[in-house]
């Protein structure tokens, strides 16, 4: 456990995109810088998606220019198609993400197609991504249950991870959209998913929709993964699960890992102010447990 963890800053893009207070441009870009300032090298920062669908997403393209400037950082983008990468790389992404989720019912209702349609969609951006030489990193939806489908057996979403690796994706992250998992039932499903592709090149992407989402990391932590997604802030949710909340919160990732002796690089000061900032544009407190415990502490220094 005492390994370096590497966290992949979600707030950005799975965090705003659930919002339903829009963020400007600008507002956007001053919150990556501050997330890269905390110490977070690799955020994901918008999605190459119709704005119809996402408005929240809208002017992703400006947003990677705008954050160009910004050394010592990976930045991701999240890309549904042909299409999405070629706005992708004409905005200068250097490292696309792909979607595929682990129960037909997900798949029909978040991007109206089987799970097997959503891979020959993808199979043309992998291609091309080789032989342009920019990395995929690969999200498996529902992969601890889906509000369509209920349970989701772990042999699935083994079987997607192996397709995604074989096609290229360097990293394949994990994703309990719902937040329903448990620890014995995430370490069965991460155990059964690194029969097929290496626990080096997995990620943990859960949300806390139950309260489950740190217990579920530290039992994907004794199952060898070290790569953790989570959003400042606790922000985001998910339309099709009533009541869902956002990616696990950063802070309260940080705050474990650095209980637990393991090396984050983040400065908690820092990633505070960042998620105070934006909470305050989004209007409401952060859902992170820290933030809050960090916030009312501060409150009460001041005379």
């Keep these: 456990m005492s390994d370096q963890v590497r966290i992949v800053e979600m707030g950005p893009r799975d965090g705003l995109q659930n919002e339903k207070v829009p963020v400007g441009v600008e507002a956007r870009i001053a919150f990556v810088e501050a997330l890269v300032a905390a110490g977070l090298d690799t955020v994901e920062v918008g999605a190459f998606v119709s704005p119809k669908a996402i408005p929240q997403m809208a002017s992703s393209d400006a947003v990677l220019r705008g954050i160009a400037h910004v050394a010592g950082a990976e930045f991701h983008v999240l890309v549904p198609n042909e299409k999405g990468y070629d706005a992708a790389r004409a905005a200068g992404a250097k490292v696309v993400s792909v979607f595929a989720a682990a129960s037909e019912g997900f798949s029909r209702a978040n991007i109206n197609c089987t799970v097997a349609e959503s891979i020959e969609r993808f199979k043309p951006v992998l291609a091309r991504a080789k032989a342009d030489g920019v990395k995929v990193r690969g999200y498996i939806s529902c992969v ?13 979403v083994a079987d997607l991870a192996r397709t995604l690796f074989e096609l290229g994706c360097y990293e394949i992250s994990l994703g309990d959209t719902i937040g329903v998992g448990t620890p014995d039932k ?7 998913v690194a029969a097929n592709v290496p626990a080096a090149k997995l990620a943990m992407h859960f949300h806390d929709t139950y309260g489950q989402a740190l217990a579920n990391l530290y039992a994907g932590m004794e199952e060898g993964v070290r790569v953790i997604d989570a959003a400042a802030g606790g922000l985001g ?3 099709y699960a009533p009541g869902a909340t956002g990616n696990v919160a950063t802070e309260d990732v940080v ?8 090396r984050t690089g983040i400065d908690m000061d820092r990633l505070l102010a960042a998620t105070n900032e934006m909470s305050g544009l989004l209007g409401k407190p952060p859902v992170s447990r820290v933030a809050s415990a960090l916030n009312a502490k501060k409150k009460r220094a001041v005379p």
């Design 144 to 156: 601890l249950g889906c509000p369509f489908d209920g349970e989701i057996k772990p042999r699935a």
């Design 186 to 192: 995430a370490r069965e499903m991460l155990r059964t």
């Design 237 to 239: 949710g998910c339309p």
């Design 255 to 262: 705050y474990m890992l650095e209980g637990m002796g393991v």
